[in-house]
């Protein structure tokens, strides 16, 4: 069964430090979304992307968040300047153009400090 | 978007049939119902989806009434690896489609 990627499963940084969070995605599928799961709470959508751009993004997704497919196969969501309260589990999806059928990755842990 | 409502956890034994009920009265006709697992710290993962009747894969049943406003998800014969949060989620399907998800419900099989 094709798998949607991502690493690093866990990354520790300080706050005010860029990440990069990275997700290879199922190679066929076109649409490719963010979300976030801050510990305890929902999992929550942070961006859409599709045709090399985001197509949809909510209030979380600030100017502080970038997403960038910089090669055809990677996807990345890039954090500018890390806050205590982006510490969250981010969670990469692609989805299947034909059945809508959504595949999320293992995560990645993110711990600010 | 149709609102959600689910138990916030639910206990079984193993062996036994689960049924989670999700409450969803305003459901719009082009929306689907929608179930996802998800364990601890790993991604939801799609277990079934359904729009009317009743839909049956290798994994779950999906139980829906005419009225479409309420659904059940039905596990039979759970194990301990089926304790998770088991989500209902309610929206028109299709790749450009965010999903929103609740608080899920917590399912804990015990032995």
């Known amino acids: 069964e094709p798998e949607v990627t991502q690493t690093p499963s866990h990354q520790v940084t300080q706050m005010g430090q860029e990440v990069i969070l990275r997700c290879v995605p199922i190679?066929?599928?076109?649409?490719f979304y963010w979300y976030r799961q801050i510990l305890g709470q929902k999992v929550e959508f942070l961006v859409s992307?599709?045709?090399?751009?985001?197509?949809?993004k909510s209030e979380i997704f600030d100017d502080q968040f970038s997403v960038e497919r910089p090669d055809g196969s990677n996807f990345t969501l890039k954090i500018r300047s890390t806050k205590l309260e982006d510490s969250a589990m981010y969670f990469c999806a692609s989805v299947d153009s034909e059945t809508g059928g959504y595949t999320f990755g293992s995560g990645t842990r993110l711990t600010v400090v | 978007l149709a609102k959600t409502t689910q138990p916030i956890s639910m206990d079984s034994y193993e062996g036994q049939e689960v049924n989670i009920t999700c409450s969803h009265n305003n459901i719009a006709t082009n929306d689907y119902i929608t179930w996802y697992q998800q364990f601890p710290s790993q991604g939801p993962r799609f277990i079934i989806q359904g729009y009317k009747t009743k839909v049956t894969n290798e994994v779950a049943s999906l139980f829906i009434p005419a009225d479409r406003k309420s659904s059940t998800l039905s596990l039979p014969r759970v194990s301990l690896s089926d304790t998770a949060v088991y989500y209902c989620l309610v929206g028109d399907v299709g790749a450009g489609n965010m999903l929103t998800f609740g608080g899920g419900t917590r399912l804990m099989v015990k032995p």
């Open positions: 190679s066929n599928h076109l649409y």
């Open positions: 992307f599709y045709n090399n751009e985001i197509s949809e």
